[in-house]
């Protein structure tokens, strides 16, 4: 009987050692993050980048990735990416596609991200040469990430698309003369609603000398930031250059439990007929209310996810004149939240097949295991009844153990981005943001801007409020 305890036990002992928590393991580097404290920030992540297992390499080099972006070390925040978009690439070569998944020990597995994650990746290190004004290694990287997004079309619901990425990839594309490619991801825009892009339709007309646009959309130019050197309202003309900002703002929302599983009556109910289904399936001579007693002290495999800081719009000063220019083009928090909250019943449905089946097998071979000590015992009933109070209850906790949320996520992302295109005669120019809330913080940003004729230049700058 010691042998067979032992069997139990050691897969148990073995899990609860292997799960430490990620956000626990993150606390540091997130404190130091958020205090605006960058490079004491690194030097703690990249150690865990280093030493992570495979389950979490990726996450951990997503993260070193956001924090050397947002002090501004962008070469170094490409080198991240990169070796995140490698792991990333591989994944999706080597595992089938996967609902979501909350199954018995899913924090054991490899992290793989949501396919809007794996994404944002690829925009990073976009956003990354942008920053660096190398707008051609630019342009390459936001077309793989449209690759990625027409692919997602097919699989994904639309509010996954990434239209910050199609909105810059469109500005690129309209410098470096690609007008077709501008036009494509204007349409791409569009049809998702997310911001009406007639003004810039307009622009891109006047690029191109399309008489045909300029006419269809000139009545909409009057909606573009347009301003000359005194900062009034003026008419876009192709010797303006552009001023992009892109405001990544607030923080991102994290996953956390829902509390018990048996708390929801809805998944309590879907778990008893899944179980009830295995059993037959099996062949069992096992209760239905003895299987899901074992589950008394699990939690809800599936995570919620919880807002932090929705963060804020804030209003642009140039030269001292406020500006109204940003739209949110991706809002992750929603983009999560949705995936992980609103699709609940749905997730549910899914899994709860796959957690009855594990769950009905542990308790079938815990059957198994009691009956052959009763039958060595030469069928002392004693013996029996000690067996199985005995495994049941070990390998009843080893379930409930494993049953637990993978809280792992994207936790130094933004709530939202937003982006401003502001269109601005040839010159210098000072910048800064004014926000509501005077505590949110800002990552550095340059104070002054040169603006060249018919040329981008980006900015890019965090801000959020930690409570």
Same mark, same amino acid.
């Given at each position: ?12 002992? %073995? ?8 956000? $626990? ?9 958020? @205090? ?13 980048? $280093? ?9 951990? =080099? ?10 501004? /070390? ?44 794996? $994404? ?15 707008? /051609? ?22 509010? @996954? *698309? ?24 204007? @349409? ?15 622009? =891109? ?18 909606? %573009? ?9 003026? #008419? ?7 001023? &992009? ?8 929302? $994290? ?19 899944? !179980?009830?289904?295995? %059993?037959?399936? *099996? ?6 209310? #003895? ?19 929705? +963060? ?21 928090? *929603? ?29 079938? #071979? ?15 009933? =004693?013996?029996? %009844?000690?067996?199985? &109070? ?31 295109? !502001? ?23 340059? +104070? ?20």
């Amino acid at each position: 009987m010691k042998k067979v305890l032992i069997c139990f036990l050691l897969p148990v002992i %073995l899990f609860i050692s292997c799960t430490t928590n990620y956000a $626990v393991r993150l606390a540091k580097t997130e404190d130091l993050f958020y @205090k605006k404290n960058y490079e004491k920030a690194v030097d703690t992540i990249r150690p865990l980048a $280093v030493e992570a297992g495979e389950r979490d390499k990726l996450l951990f =080099l997503m993260e070193a990735g956001v924090i050397m972006h947002t002090m501004g /070390e962008y070469e170094k925040s490409i080198t991240a990416f990169k070796q995140a978009d490698e792991i990333a690439e591989t994944i999706k070569k080597s595992v089938s596609k996967q609902v979501l998944s909350f199954i018995v020990n899913d924090r054991m597995v490899n992290f793989t991200g949501e396919n809007f994650e794996r $994404v944002l990746i690829k925009f990073y290190i976009a956003l990354d040469y942008c920053m660096l004004d190398d707008l /051609e290694n630019a342009r390459r990287y936001f077309r793989k990430a449209d690759y990625e997004l027409k692919e997602m079309k097919y699989d994904d619901a639309a509010w @996954k *698309q990434n239209c910050a990425a199609r909105y810059i990839d469109a500005v690129i594309a309209e410098f470096l003369g690609e007008y077709n490619t501008a036009r494509v991801e204007y @349409k791409n825009i569009e049809q998702l609603n997310i911001k009406d892009i007639s003004g810039e339709r307009y622009v =891109l007309g006047v690029k191109e000398n399309d008489s045909s646009d300029i006419s269809q959309y000139q009545k909409n130019s009057r909606e %573009l930031a347009c301003f000359s050197s005194s900062l009034s309202a003026a #008419a876009y003309n192709t010797n303006m250059g552009e001023l &992009v900002i892109i405001h990544q703002s607030g923080l991102a929302p $994290v996953k956390s439990s829902r509390g018990r599983l048996f708390d929801d009556a809805f998944f309590k109910d879907a778990l008893t007929v899944a !179980i009830g289904a295995a %059993l037959v399936a *099996q062949g069992a001579a096992l209760s239905t209310t #003895a299987v899901i007693a074992m589950l008394g002290s699990a939690e809800n495999p599936i995570p919620e996810y919880k807002i932090r800081d929705a +963060g804020e719009i804030p209003v642009i000063s140039i030269n001292n004149v406020p500006i109204n220019a940003f739209y949110v083009m991706n809002n992750y928090g *929603q983009t999560a939240m949705y995936n992980f909250n609103d699709e609940y019943k749905s997730i549910v449905t899914k899994n709860v097949a796959s957690i009855a089946t594990k769950v009905t097998a542990a308790a079938v #071979a815990s059957h198994i295991a009691s009956k052959k000590i009763e039958e060595a015992s030469g069928g002392n009933p =004693l013996v029996g %009844l000690l067996a199985r &109070v005995t495994i049941g209850a070990t390998t009843g906790a080893g379930v409930a153990a494993s049953i637990k949320p993978d809280l792992r996520c994207w936790r130094l992302l933004p709530n939202d981005f937003q982006i401003a295109r !502001i269109f601005l005669e040839p010159g210098e120019y000072s910048i800064s943001f004014l926000f509501k809330d005077p505590g949110r913080n800002t990552s550095p940003y340059p +104070g002054k801007i040169m603006i060249k004729p018919g040329k981008p230049v980006f900015l890019t700058m965090r801000s959020y409020i930690v409570r």
